[in-house]
């Protein structure tokens, strides 16, 4: 796994993150603070380098396309921000720091995953260097993926299933919304910003499917293994929590074993790739010695 | 003021609207419902019908672009919902229904909204018949005006101004924000579809901020001398809440009278245009004779 590579180009996501805010929320600084707080508050940017890692697969330059990549981050922080709001998860910690609302008020929370959403649309139309139908096309996969079909739709089957005891399809089915399906848009939109043939989108997908479910179940897993201190909240809330998990589910060692064939099925998705592909060869193989 | 006209006009967005709605949410049918019962409370779908008037005005037909309307309904509808929220205004009713958390709890409620801001641009995306580059430029004056510098800046403005006397200066610029950005998009919008010239796009820019203006002040007043059982809230409630408004900064004269002198202004930006505009004009005129 190339860190420097990864390091440089978060830079290059938190610099233009920084600037698309300093450019649209002078109107109300409050409002800008609040949405700073957590759009700055650190995280690996996971799917901005998805997103550009797609592109680089299929030939193009990756770091062309930080302007739609930022906007899937903004997307993905407004999910976090509501998520832990006191009418759902009610977390008090995110990432070792206090949550949005615990510092700026459950209405500003509300409001700045509002404004976080909303702005991520506009920040992906300012992508330039595309074609018209392109941007189009990527603007669809993020909307689909995360709506009411998609990420909302997640999220409201994992709360409607607390508690409850759900079968591995509806497990699967809840976190193919929750988590799965905005990192099929990352991957999808990067490739499609890229200039992916048909080959290249649909092996890209497959790609995309098994890399949410492998990050999935290690996640289940980290909950279990992890260090609080380094995961920066509380390990076996799921178990607490009576959580059905890829782990609770089967055991540790099943879903071990699992999140390694899923990991070995991205590979293979990815055998028509030359060395282009190697940064999403690295990424899909991290998971599996993730320790956050 | 041509009733059928809006009656046929409102009738199609509706039968849209629940196209739109069965065809998304399949998945998780509870937060549809959710979705559904905010979305279809009714109400005068004043901003779709503006996107099909401001096409209509420019000699385009209003009809083609429900799509794009049906879009920006759903914009007003989730912010309806989160303003109504417990954390934000705190409100039991809108239009003589229990708002949405109050039928399907706080965090169904904050979903939905999110549900329906993501599926919006989904919506808006799947207009057709126009050129991709038309279309980039209606989702960026939609993403814009609803987002931090728009309605949910506004949102905050008065939020942050709650209890306090504000300037009319600071009044104007939180319902600039709050209700007449999207009033905004929603009329360039209707004119960008229809493709209009660029005098035709200012002058309808100059009505758009003239209508909101004129509504957003009719609706101060209706706050003094409405009927609750029209209007669906109780009345009196800006001056219980100590909330400055046009009417508790001015008189209900003046208020009045900036409310006439308004609408006519929006007239006069109309001028250039033939009976095309007729509707447009109609529907300024209305606004002095609300009731609800």
Same mark, same amino acid.
């Given at each position: 796994?190339? *860190?420097?590579?990864? +390091? %440089?180009?978060?830079?290059?996501?938190?610099?233009?993150?920084?600037?698309?805010?300093?450019?649209?929320?002078?109107?109300?600084?409050?409002?800008?603070?609040?949405?700073?707080?957590?759009?700055?508050?650190?995280? *690996? #940017?996971?799917?901005?380098?998805?997103?550009?890692?797609?592109?680089?697969?299929?030939?193009?330059?990756?770091?062309?396309?930080?302007?739609? &990549?930022?906007?899937?981050?903004?997307?993905?922080?407004?999910?976090?921000?509501?998520?832990?709001?006191?009418?759902?998860?009610?977390?008090? $910690? #995110?990432?070792?720091?206090?949550?949005?609302?615990?510092?700026?008020? %459950?209405?500003? &929370?509300?409001?700045?995953?509002?404004?976080?959403?909303?702005?991520?649309? %506009?920040?992906?139309?300012?992508?330039?260097? !595309?074609?018209?139908? !392109?941007?189009?096309? !990527?603007?669809?996969?993020?909307?689909?993926?995360?709506?009411?079909?998609?990420?909302?739709?997640?999220?409201?089957?994992?709360?409607?299933?607390?508690?409850? #005891?759900?079968?591995? %399809?509806?497990?699967?089915?809840?976190?193919?919304?929750?988590?799965?399906?905005?990192? #099929?848009?990352?991957?999808?939109?990067?490739?499609?910003?890229?200039?992916?043939?048909?080959?290249?989108?649909?092996?890209?997908?497959? $790609?995309?499917?098994?890399?949410?479910?492998?990050?999935?179940?290690?996640?289940?897993?980290?909950?279990?293994?992890?260090?609080?201190?380094?995961?920066?909240?509380? !390990?076996?809330?799921?178990?607490? +929590?009576?959580?059905?998990?890829?782990?609770?589910?089967?055991?540790?060692?099943?879903?071990?074993?699992?999140?390694?064939?899923?990991?070995?099925?991205?590979?293979?998705?990815?055998?028509?790739?030359?060395?282009?592909? *190697?940064?999403?060869?690295?990424?899909? *193989?991290?998971?599996?010695?993730?320790?956050?």
């Amino acid at each position: 796994m190339d *860190k420097t590579q990864w +390091n %440089e180009r978060i830079k290059l996501i938190e610099a233009a993150l920084l600037k698309e805010l300093g450019a649209e929320t002078a109107l109300v600084p409050r409002l800008a603070e609040s949405m700073e707080y957590s759009l700055m508050a650190g995280g *690996k #940017r996971l799917r901005p380098i998805l997103v550009m890692a797609a592109a680089d697969a299929v030939g193009a330059r990756g770091t062309d396309f930080v302007q739609a &990549a930022c906007g899937i981050e903004m997307i993905h922080t407004y999910s976090l921000i509501h998520d832990d709001l006191p009418a759902m998860d009610n977390d008090d $910690y #995110r990432r070792g720091k206090l949550t949005n609302h615990k510092v700026f008020g %459950e209405a500003l &929370a509300i409001l700045a995953g509002d404004a976080l959403l909303t702005q991520a649309f %506009e920040v992906i139309l300012r992508q330039q260097g !595309v074609p018209a139908q !392109v941007l189009l096309e !990527v603007l669809r996969e993020m909307s689909i993926a995360a709506g009411p079909n998609g990420m909302v739709g997640g999220q409201v089957i994992d709360m409607l299933s607390e508690g409850k #005891r759900i079968s591995m %399809e509806e497990l699967r089915k809840m976190h193919m919304g929750k988590t799965g399906a905005l990192f #099929r848009a990352a991957i999808r939109s990067g490739a499609i910003l890229g200039g992916a043939s048909e080959a290249q989108l649909a092996a890209l997908t497959t $790609y995309a499917d098994c890399f949410g479910l492998a990050f999935q179940i290690t996640d289940d897993i980290l909950d279990v293994v992890g260090d609080e201190a380094v995961i920066g909240k509380p !390990v076996g809330s799921d178990e607490r +929590n009576e959580k059905s998990t890829y782990v609770t589910l089967t055991s540790l060692d099943e879903a071990k074993k699992l999140a390694a064939d899923t990991v070995q099925q991205a590979l293979e998705a990815l055998e028509i790739f030359g060395d282009e592909a *190697k940064f999403l060869r690295d990424l899909v *193989k991290m998971l599996l010695e993730r320790n956050k």
